[in-house]
């Protein structure tokens, strides 16, 4: 009920700089201090300071001086700086930024079965990345969103076949329905066929199948739903993001299957990571 308070507090805390701003310091500050290097009230820093002790993104003790001082945990030194190599700050600030206020018009979303742009930033929807890139800044943003999570889920997607007979790899990107494909080996579409129809798709492996090497592949990197549709939650949380967001879906292994056949691929192999994102290896 009330998940969106704990969310709420933790962008607030990233964007704010919190977790940037003590991990400069290279000590630990009081309230006042974080108060002054924020530009913030001293009250509303100090029950902002509090929950993130609560949720365990801080941590706080007391000075010899008798003054609560507060310093990154752990996890929050790993995670919520910028400067880390496993950030996850510009995926938070997406999050919060867009995701959030595209998440206000779910009721819509799911009563239309289309996404929400129109009414979230004014813009018309019907080419989607004119949506998505609708400023340079938003653009840069969502590039920035693209890249942040394989800080964390690269290595077990990218290790989830031996891809060392592939020499020349593609990782797909651009403006790839209208431009001409580059010959490869290999063609990796991370995070893209989530945002198409079944249909557009099928069009896209089509056109890749074309521009493959015989005896080449694809790998699709995706957060894969269960056949029975009883989970994971994050992949059917996603799927709910891509209605809000995108024209397309979360897909089980045997959608993927199906769009890849039609597409000409075959000898489909699914690997399950476990974590948020799976792969799936087609060949030509
Ligand atoms: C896309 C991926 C994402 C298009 C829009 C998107 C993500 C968020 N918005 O290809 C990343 C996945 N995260 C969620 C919450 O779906």
């Known amino acids: 009920m009330e998940g969106f308070l704990v969310s709420k507090t933790l962008f607030c805390a990233c964007e704010l700089g919190v977790f940037e701003q003590l ?26 300071l509090n929950a993130c002790v609560s949720l365990e993104l801080l941590n706080a003790n007391t000075d010899p001086h008798g003054t609560v001082v ?48 129109e009414k979230a930033f004014g813009v018309n929807s019907k080419d989607l990345f004119e949506a998505l890139y609708r400023s340079d800044e938003e653009m840069v943003k969502f590039m920035h969103l693209m890249n942040s999570i394989w800080n964390i889920c690269g290595r077990d997607v990218v290790t989830a076949f031996d891809l060392s007979p592939f020499r020349c790899i593609c990782d797909l990107g651009g403006d790839f329905f209208k431009d001409e494909l580059p010959q490869a080996d290999l063609y990796i579409l991370a995070r893209i066929l989530h945002d198409w129809t079944d249909q557009r798709s099928v069009e896209l492996l089509a056109k890749i199948y074309h521009s493959c090497r015989p005896g080449g592949g694809v ?66």
């Open 23 to 48: 991990h400069e310091s290279q000590r630990p500050l009081s309230v006042s201090e974080l108060a002054v290097s924020l530009g913030c009230s001293e009250d509303g820093t100090e029950r902002l």
């Open 70 to 117: 507060y310093s990154n945990t752990e996890m929050s030194s790993v995670f919520l700086t910028k400067s880390s190599p496993t950030s996850l700050f510009h995926s938070i600030e997406y999050s919060s930024r867009t995701i959030y206020l595209c998440w206000h018009y779910l009721n819509d979303a799911v009563r239309e079965g289309k996404n929400q742009y």
């Open 219 to 284: 790998l699709l990197v995706e957060s894969l739903l269960y056949e029975d549709d009883s989970g994971p939650l994050t992949a059917q949380l996603y799927s709910l993001n891509m209605l809000v967001q995108t024209e397309g879906r979360e897909r089980k292994a045997s959608d993927y299957s199906r769009l890849l056949n039609a597409a000409g691929f075959t000898h489909v192999h699914i690997h399950h990571t476990g974590k948020i994102y799976d792969a799936i290896l087609a060949r030509k």
